[in-house]
């Protein structure tokens, strides 16, 4: 494949992530599909799914947001990994996509106030719907019980270090699994979001207050899994535009918070930050809110962080690394622990073209494609083949009924049935 035949030959270039090699830097984003029925234990349509996208030519692979601990989500058929028959169904998952020549991250996730405590699963779990603070998230319809309500107000966690510690716990059973590393879910309104909002967080104590105690959570959380697998085996998901379950802050707030904790995280040294960049479709407004104003804060991502996470060569020419970001976490010794620079990648409706011209112009070392993967089983085949111009050749008409699944439906209707062109 020459670079003189591929319209976009810096996405189908290799890139070096940690001691991974990834063939091309077309990243399949996470993607909530509800299909891990029961009990959220993977199975045989999941791994078709996963499969499908590995042989579709995946650079990497980032699994569907996965439960790291029980927890009455709107997607009852969302993954888990806290469970010993869960590990055995992942391990299915990351043995097929590998066979196929792929590499996957298990993407974990704590929805916190997200969930509703008349679920079966938060029965279940035999534990209240938590958050930061005694706050409820505005909206939010859970289908599966009598007249949808929507979200409740949680109860706050007196010790956030428990949650920290379910992190850890399934990051260790996502290694039994055979994942190639895992991805920290801090984005879209879930409970690492809600601790650095301040409209959802309004603690006094050391998880509050301030952008620095606001941002303490998602860091602990990633040094706890740094600890697991080293940080060249995690990733890292922002969105600092918010929007998305109720979450967003005053611009001002939101540069002081957001250059802090990216600033911190990147000192850790992770493989990858995946930036979220603003869309207006991920940006909800309020039901019932007398305004009908939209919640979250448009801001040029990559224009305020991106400078944090890949610093400028002009900048690193006069400064070493270490005094951009600030020192390593907890000692000098996991800087070489990880051997490339923490990689800067970008999602949120880009086209092919767009991505490959920033990877191009230095910005950004890969993109992560999220609803172009839904429909395009094969996409980075298509990318290939010249099928990126401007979205020509590329399935974008998505069945979004189907999205999540329905009970008495096929499972594989609108997962696993969307046509491959190569």
Known sequence: MSSSTVLTPYISSQM???????????????????????????????????TQRAKGGAGLIITEGTLVSQQGTEWPGAPGIWNEEQVKGWKKVTDS?????????????????????????????????????????????????PDEPGYVVPTPLEDPRTIVQEFRHAATMAKKAGFDGVEFHSAYGHLPQQFLDSSSNQRTDEWG?????????????????????????????????GGLRDVGMSLPDTLMTYTYYLSR???????????????????????????????????????????????????????????????????????????????????????????????????????VFGCLWLGNPDLQKRIEKGMDVDGKGINQV?????????????????????????
Request: glycine residues 10%; proline residues 9%; hydrophobic residues 35%.
């Open 209 to 241: 207050g301030s952008p620095e105690n606001r941002s303490k959570f998602g860091i602990e959380v990633v040094k706890a899994l740094i600890e697991v697998w080293g940080p060249g085996r995690v990733g890292i998901k922002v969105n600092p535009c």
């Open 265 to 367: 995280l990147s000192a850790l040294k992770p493989a990858y930050i995946t930036l979220v960049r603003y869309a207006p479709f991920l940006d909800h407004v309020i039901p019932g809110s007398a305004t009908q104003t939209k919640r979250g804060t448009p801001h040029k991502v990559l224009a305020f962080y991106g400078p944090i996470i890949k610093p400028p060569a002009h900048v690193l020419k006069s400064h070493s690394e270490q005094a951009f970001r600030g020192p390593a976490m907890p000692n000098a010794a996991l800087n070489s622990l990880n051997t490339t620079p923490t990689r800067l990648f970008v999602n949120g409706a880009l086209t092919p073209r767009e991505a490959d011209e920033l990877i191009a112009k230095g910005m950004i070392d890969g993109v």
């Open 97 to 145: 996509v590998h066979k196929a020549g792929g590499l996957i991250f298990c993407q974990l996730m704590h929805t916190g106030r997200l969930a509703h405590p008349d679920m079966k699963a938060q029965k279940k779990s035999g534990k209240p719907v938590v958050g930061p603070s005694a706050i409820a998230a505005r909206g939010g319809q859970f289908r599966q019980l």
């Open 16 to 50: 070096q992530l940690g001691d991974l090699t990834l063939k091309n830097r077309n990243i399949m984003s996470s993607l909530t599909r509800s299909r891990s029925f029961p009990d959220a234990v993977p199975n045989k349509y999941n791994v078709e799914y996963y």
């Open 398 to 422: 998505l069945d979004f009924k189907t999205l999540y699944g329905a009970p008495g439906v096929d499972p594989r209707v609108g997962y696993t049935d969307y046509p491959t062109a190569t």
